[in-house]
Nanobody, 115 residues
Framework: QVQLVESGGGLVQPGGSLRLSCSFSGSIFSAYVMGWYRQAPGKKRELVAAITSGGSTNYADSVQGRFTISRDNAKNTVYLQMNSLKPDDTAVYYC?????????WGQGTQVTVSS
């Protein structure tokens, strides 16, 4: 059973930075496309960024140029470096592992951008 554990959320001022981490266990990490999603109050969960095992990435338009997703296949960990944070980035951020037939979610970590 795949387990995903996120960390690194918190309160940050506008313009600040945070780095989220997601630790993967229970299967072969390189077999999964890893992604970060977020859900703000009253809104649908949306894709923020995703990365394949080979390192190909894609980003939501709203975070392009500010966020960077990366993965360390030796450490079974995926990261989301978030820079130039805005109040609109406030949400619960979820780690996702997408396999051929099944996907898994972490429990989420709160990111709040406020002065």
């Amino acid at each position: 059973q795949v387990q995903l554990v996120e960390s690194g959320g918190g309160l940050v001022q506008p313009g600040g930075s945070l780095r989220l981490s997601c630790s993967f266990s229970g299967s072969i990490f390189s077999a999964y496309v890893m992604g970060w999603y977020r859900q703000a109050p009253g809104k649908k969960r949306e894709l923020v960024a995703a990365i394949t095992s080979g390192g190909s990435t894609n980003y939501a338009d709203s975070v392009q140029g500010r966020f960077t997703i990366s993965r360390d296949n030796a450490k079974n960990t995926v990261y989301l470096q978030m820079n130039s944070l805005k109040p609109d980035d406030t949400a619960v951020y979820y780690c996702n592992a997408r396999g051929v037939r099944i996907g898994y979610w972490g429990q989420g970590t709160q990111v709040t951008v406020s002065s």
